[in-house]
């Protein structure tokens, strides 16, 4: 089926150690995002992806890094530089800025002990 | 800076009532809108896309209008049911740089 796969679903961490989450599209989409959710509010940026080994900063990325050396494939790294990592995280692909729909996975939830 | 408001933040309704979601937007400058659809726990499901050029998106049950010039956007559920219970996101394209900006969203609840 097509769609997006992140993994782990959930996640725990320890103070100090930096985690990554998995996102893959067989969507054959240009555009990839990640985006954080906290309870009331709305999502929010942090990296975007246009094009393969190219990505861009959003509004939150600080504390966070990603890449993009496939097109199916968007990793983010939380680091340890992050003050507030735990939330839920969703990843989403696109096929264009103004055309198409965004397409969102199940999301991971990170949970620093 | 884009900001993307929904009121009211929760909603509760008996079953077979029409539904009725506000959206609004700051920047009338949009290229479009979406509304997603969002159960606890999971990500988040598309629900209608409306280009700038248009003023309506219809599917099935669903149907969102849009009003440029007054930063804002509808959604309506007509006979509402319990398993439309779940919390509600729009998210605004105003800029054309692959980015949206999105609502806190209206949580709804559809009693049976």
């Known amino acids: 089926d097509g769609g997006i796969t992140q993994s782990p679903k959930y996640l725990f961490r320890k103070e100090g150690q930096n985690v990554t989450l998995s996102c893959e599209q067989n969507?054959?989409?240009?555009?990839m995002y990640w985006y954080r959710q906290d309870p009331g509010q709305g999502l929010r940026l942090i990296y975007y992806s246009q094009i393969v080994n190219d990505f861009q900063k959003g509004d939150i990325a600080e504390g966070y890094s990603v890449s993009r050396e496939k097109k199916e494939s968007f990793p983010l790294t939380v680091t340890s530089a992050q003050k507030n990592p735990t939330a839920f995280y969703l990843c989403?692909?696109?096929?264009?800025?103004?055309?198409?729909?965004?397409?969102f996975g199940e999301g991971s939830r990170l949970t620093v002990l | 800076k884009q900001e993307v408001t929904q009121i009211p933040a929760a909603l509760s309704v008996p079953e077979g009532e029409n539904l009725v979601l506000n959206c609004s937007f700051t920047d009338s400058a949009i290229y479009n809108l979406q509304w997603f659809r969002q159960d606890p726990g999971k990500g988040l499901t598309s629900l209608l896309l409306i280009q700038s050029s248009q003023r309506e998106q219809t599917s099935g049950r669903l149907n969102a209008s849009l009003d440029k010039s007054s930063g804002r956007s509808t959604l309506y559920i007509a006979a509402s049911q319990p398993g439309d219970s779940a919390t509600y996101l729009c998210a605004v394209d105003a800029s054309n740089d692959y980015k949206l900006s999105f609502g806190a969203g209206t949580t709804v609840t559809v009693r049976a």
């Open positions: 989403a692909s696109g096929q264009g800025a103004t055309t198409g729909e965004l397409f």
């Open positions: 969507l054959n989409h240009d555009a």
